[in-house]
Structure formats: C-alpha cells, structure tokens
C-alpha cells in the first residue's frame, strides 16, 4: 500500500525557470492538499483540490502559481518564473474524505540559483 | 482566523528523561487538533490527534497529549525519551466547520534528545 508519492525530491531551478512538482495520492484518496515549507518555519497550506476542482486556493501567491489535480495522474503544482525566494521545501497531502487523516509525501526540495 | 503558536523552538533534554512540547492556539471556532513529528529529509508522520471525547490522547510510541479547551493548549509530552524521538515536531489545527480540510502549522520545536 504504496503512500504519497511526489517527484521529484529535488529539483534545482534557475531564476525565470518553471518548476513543476507532482503528488500522487494514496490509493483511493480523492482529497489533495499542497504545503510549503521555508526554511526555519512551518508549514504553510497552499492550496486544496478534488479531483479536476480547484476547492481552496487562499494560500496560493496571487502570481506565477497554479495547481491542478486531472482525472487522470498526479496533482501538478507549476511554479512559473521562478525567484530565489521561491526556495522551499513543497509537500503534498491526501485524504479519503474532507474529515479524514491527511497523509504528506516526503516533499519537494526546490532550489533556485 | 487561526493560529498556532509552539513556544519552544528548540528543546534539549537527555536520553530517559520525561518531556513536554509546548502548542497553544488561538480560533474562534471549533478545531481539530494534531501533531506531527518529522525526521530530517522527510515529510511529516501523523504523531497523534484529538477530535472528541477523551481529552487526553496516547500515539503507540509512548506520547501523549491532552486537549484543554480552557486553556486552548495541546501540549506533546512523554516520560522517557530516546535518541530516536530526536525530530522536528509540529502541532497543527483543522478549524470546523468549513468545506476546507487545511491544516494550520505552528512554527514547529526541534526535540534534541542527548545521550
């Protein structure tokens, strides 16, 4: 019973790069949950997706970032025109129901030069 | 709006010794309570959680914690540590009601258990 799947664990992107992190859920989870984590501080939600729904975005920086989770595949976070300041660990959660556990990936390391 | 405040970033205590994590928060509304422990270079593990009835709640490695309204405290406690609790730990709410499962993360107290 594989868990949250992202990949890739690092990523290294140059300043105006686009970085695109993906999760896969747990099996049967339909609930997608995106976290950032900078350095020395906790996480921060991002954004919250069902399948093809966009359901809570109030985290998401107004600019350069969108996520999506298609019927088909992982839930995709694209970060467009990286900064520097976009340094981040990005961790994905999923859920089976809105009430249900949330269970985080092991995380994106995103680096920008 | 909700908070979460951790009031011990770092705390060192040595092996066998009992320890307490510090969470406060702050809602206006009903939560759920959670904490979360995270190894270096990993994500985070479901520690344990409240969501009703027994305020005072035990994870099979030992910890426990216990919910009181009173005082909007959820502190992490164990009587006797081991090199291996050695983590970052995180307490987070989950506000209710609302049709948003998102998780709001205090700032997180790194456990530095000593031999």
């Known amino acids: 019973n594989a868990g949250v799947m992202q990949n890739p664990r690092h990523l290294v992107r140059r300043r105006g790069q686009e970085a695109r992190l993906r999760c896969s859920p747990m099996?049967?989870?339909?609930?997608v949950y995106w976290y950032r984590q900078l350095p020395e501080e906790g996480l921060k939600f991002m954004v919250y997706?069902?399948?093809?729904?966009?359901?809570?975005e109030s985290g998401m920086p107004k600019e350069r970032f969108s996520a999506e989770f298609p019927k088909e595949g992982p839930s995709i976070l694209r970060i467009q025109q990286v900064v520097r300041g976009d340094s981040a660990a990005y961790f994905c959660?999923?859920?089976?129901?809105?009430?249900?556990?949330?269970?985080f990936g092991p995380g994106t390391r995103l680096t920008v030069l | 709006a909700q908070s979460v405040t951790q009031l011990d970033s770092q705390v060192p205590v040595f092996e066998e010794a009992p320890v307490e994590l510090r969470c406060n928060y702050s809602?206006?509304?009903?939560?759920?309570l959670f904490w979360y422990v995270q190894y270096p270079n990993q994500g985070l593990q479901l520690l344990l959680k409240?969501?009703?009835?027994?305020?005072l709640v035990k994870s099979i490695n030992g910890f426990e914690a216990e919910f009181n309204k009173s005082q909007t405290s959820f502190h992490l406690r164990k009587p006797s540590v081991h090199i291996s609790d050695t983590a970052e730990y995180f307490c987070?709410?989950?506000?209710?009601?609302?049709?948003?499962?998102?998780?709001?993360f205090g700032q997180g107290t790194t456990l530095q258990v000593k031999p």
């Open positions: 959660a999923s859920s089976g129901t809105l009430t249900d556990t949330q269970y």
């Open positions: 099996k049967g989870h339909s609930h």
């Open positions: 997706l069902q399948k093809e729904n966009i359901i809570d």
């Open positions: 809602s206006s509304v009903s939560v759920y």
């Open positions: 409240y969501l009703s009835g027994s305020t």
């Open positions: 987070a709410v989950r506000p209710l009601p609302g049709n948003t499962g998102k998780l709001i």
